[in-house]
């Protein structure tokens, strides 16, 4: 499965790469380092490992690192348990917000590899603009 990140402030995605356990924070070494994306007030509150996203069950789900938290839907993510992420889910990192898109694996295997569940959204969002996909 694929998931994709949708940068609520900037309208960028960010595509997780294929591995199980994707670390997500503002160090360099993690798998997704927001200091990439981010500028540095907004990388402020962002721990150097401040999640992981898991996608080796059928649902991913998010587990926190951070100190400042990781919300999915605006519930704080328990650190021991983690929480499910489904397409269209918002993820917060401290006060930074990223719209969830995941690509079923069907979708991949019948040949709509294209076709990300929750397209139309993310072009709306984008106002119409092209998506890399």
Avoid: Q, W
Avoid at 7 to 14: A, G, N, P
């Amino acid at each position: 499965m694929k998931v994709r990140l949708l940068d609520l402030k900037t309208k960028r995605i960010i595509e997780l790469p294929d591995i199980v356990k994707v670390t997500v924070g503002r160090n360099y070494e993690s798998d997704i380092s927001l200091s990439d994306y981010l500028d540095e007030e907004d990388i402020r509150g962002i721990s150097r490992v401040h999640c992981i996203i898991d996608t080796e069950s059928d649902s991913p789900y998010v587990v926190n690192f951070g100190r400042n938290g990781t919300y999915v839907n605006e519930e704080r993510v328990d650190s021991s348990l983690g929480s499910v992420l489904t397409s269209g889910s918002i993820l917060r990192l401290d006060n930074y917000e990223f719209k969830v898109f995941i690509e079923e694996p069907e979708l991949i295997s019948s040949g709509f590899s294209k076709r990300l569940a929750g397209l139309e959204t993310v072009t709306n969002e984008l106002g119409g603009a092209n998506v890399r996909t």
